[in-house]
């Protein structure tokens, strides 16, 4: 069972390298941190190949977490058009690239 999205998107990318040993190792992690950590391990990357699927993976993550989750559907789906960003000041991939004290 998968507890947690860091951990599938990671699955996900060791899985679409090849890497079976670290997907392996990322179905064990305990924390998002872990196993992000681990994704950074995985073998025989191709930054080009998981560029072209990163966003379908992270897609399709997030719609079987809200299938599974519907009071966290609901949740997101009450937020309207509110804009929705992950700040991270050194990750301008999967965040927004600034810090929430931005000025921006």
Known sequence: ???????????????A??????????????TPLEAKR???????FDQV???RIRCSVAYSVVASKLRALPEV??????????????????DAVWGIGLPMDHHN
């Open 38 to 44: 681990l994704g950074r391990q995985v073998q025989h």
């Open 73 to 90: 559907r609901q949740l997101l789906l009450s937020t309207g058009d509110a804009l929705i960003a992950e700040t991270a000041p050194n």
């Open 49 to 51: 190949e998981w560029d």
């Open 1 to 15: 069972l998968v507890t947690f999205g860091e951990k599938a998107v990671m699955l996900c990318k060791a899985s």
């Open 17 to 30: 390298m090849g890497d079976y040993s670290t997907f392996d190792t990322i179905a064990m992690a305990r």
